[in-house]
């Protein structure tokens, strides 16, 4: 097997990191050499925060280079339109329809930028907009888009149900755990198409 290259996107406070170590963790748990990394300095404002996971047979580096990424996972519709330069021309963005607007739109600066993942299937790439953040509210809490998203994701990875199920249980906070495993469910079922 090569080496299959996930970049993660979003702003700060979208449980990046969680969903980054649990996407890690499944790879590891299902035998895989692993490299991971997150830059986070710019959450505390806020910004844009990322982190990669590359999985395979050897892995000697965190960093995907551009233009290899296998699936950008944005966790926010913008994030997902910055870091699309990084997928391989067979990428695939699994984006929530979320948006967080940045300082500059909300200071009336800027506009943000209309049909976002238009913008992006246009450019040749497979898009799959999941409205994380509308299912979660839906199943009572918005802290759960994260591990939604992971539900999406996982159809797209060759890592059996259970690992993803282990590993979830084991970095969620107890009290949200039937929430979190819900929202993973729910959206390992509605993205079943692949």
Known sequence: MGITNILISGVGGQGLVLATGIIAEAAFREGYD??????????????MVYGSV???????????????ADILLAMEQLEALRWCYMLSPKG???ISEDIVYPNRVLLEKEE?????AKTISEKGLEVISVK???KS?????????????IGALSKHLPFKEET???????????K?????????????EEYSFV
């Open 132 to 134: 994380a953040k509308e």
């Open 137 to 149: 509210k839906a199943l009572g809490n918005i802290k759960v888009s994260n591990i939604y998203l």
């Open 164 to 174: 993803w199920l282990e590993v979830i249980k084991e970095f969620v906070p107890p």
């Open 92 to 94: 695939k963005v699994i």
């Open 176 to 188: 949200t755990l039937d929430l979190n495993i819900k929202a993973f469910h729910e959206a390992r």
């Open 34 to 47: 692993i490299k991971t990394s997150d830059v986070i300095g710019l959450s505390q404002r806020g910004g």
């Open 112 to 116: 943000y930028p209309e049909a976002i």
């Open 54 to 68: 590359r999985f395979g047979d050897k892995v000697y580096s965190s960093s995907i280079p551009q233009g290899e």
